[in-house]
């Protein structure tokens, strides 16, 4: 992150070498902020996608509700497109308190807590529904509740629709067409032993690098939902879209737990409240976002193509087995399965 952004987020930057000293253990940035706890004011946010896309918009909702509630005392302001970094990055400065929220996929938070990998198995959710059933279950609060000890507060669960793979060489129909093709997937070794699995590359990128490594050829590939495909403009470089859906993996918003701490308890039920409302706008711009770029890429040059989803299924089976190893994990695979309706 530039020096000017973490100046503006009131933080100055430390060394690494000063925090691995003090006997932190740091993963990825060479430079992480120290950062004053803002415990009223203008609380910052991170996002990925661009600044019209529902995942910011329902943060920004968020903290319009704040700014009504307190009387202007509390906001939030969403640096969004991924301009503080990655996903990996961002949550790290956002668990030792560099920014107050954070939105993310589910996939980076599977290194850094296992009790979040049920969420990313594939073919676990049978369909949008069965996943909000799940996430709108004690389950998605005992899942949140797991990444307190990261120094992250789990607020609440958002919508990310089915992930599908794509590419830049042939429409992809049953597994063999998969066969050596370099796809990129997120920062979660389950992502890679789920891609490697059906006998393609995975690759991990950050998301923002994604369009770059297609458009130059570094990849082939990747793997995402409708809105980011064409958020992001993938499809304008990858044009087979192949309905695998292997994921319904969900959207977490989260807070740093330094922040929390700062809050008092009335505003911490406030900030509950927030985003447990955000979740309802949330499905809302997101199920007109899905719409809508179904329509965008209708009227593109982008071939879209159904698949029978069994042998995929079936290839990426034994990561369960390999990722799902310990009795709290494997209860919430079983109540998660338990929740569905076929
Ligand atoms: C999108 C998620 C975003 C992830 C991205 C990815 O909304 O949080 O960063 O996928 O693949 O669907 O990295």
Known sequence: MRDDRLASLGCGPVSRRRLLGGGLALSAATFLPACKPRMSGLLTGADTHPADYPTVKA????????????????????????????????LEITSFGGLDFNRVNFAPLNSIEPMTLPFSLPFV???????????????????????????????????????????????IRTPDDMAGLKLRVPASDLYVAMVNALGANAVPIPFGEVYQSLAQGVIDGAENNWPSFVSARHYEVATYYSLTEHLLTPEALVMSKTSWDG????????????????????????????????????????????????????????????????????????RILAMREG
């Open 125 to 171: 959710f049978e369909s949008v529904a069965h996943m909000r059933r799940v996430v709108d279950s004690a389950v998605g609060d005992e899942v949140l509740a797991t990444l307190e000890p990261h120094g992250l507060i789990g607020l609440c669960i958002y919508d990310s629709g089915a992930r599908s793979f794509y590419n830049t060489r042939r429409a």
């Open 263 to 334: 809050l008092s308890p009335d505003d911490r039920r406030l900030v509950r409240e927030a985003a447990k409302l955000s979740v309802v706008e949330m499905r809302r711009l997101w199920d007109q976002r899905v719409t809508e770029a179904k329509a965008t890429i209708a009227a593109s040059p982008v071939a879209v193509n159904a698949v029978e989803k069994e042998p995929f299924a079936a290839l990426m089976r034994p990561v369960w087995d390999q990722f799902i190893t310990t009795p709290a994990q494997k209860s919430v695979v079983e």
């Open 59 to 90: 943060v920004e909702f968020m903290g319009r509700y704040l700014f009504e509630r307190t009387g202007g005392r509390l906001g939030i302001k969403v640096y969004a497109g991924g301009q503080l970094g990655s996903e990996t990055d961002t």
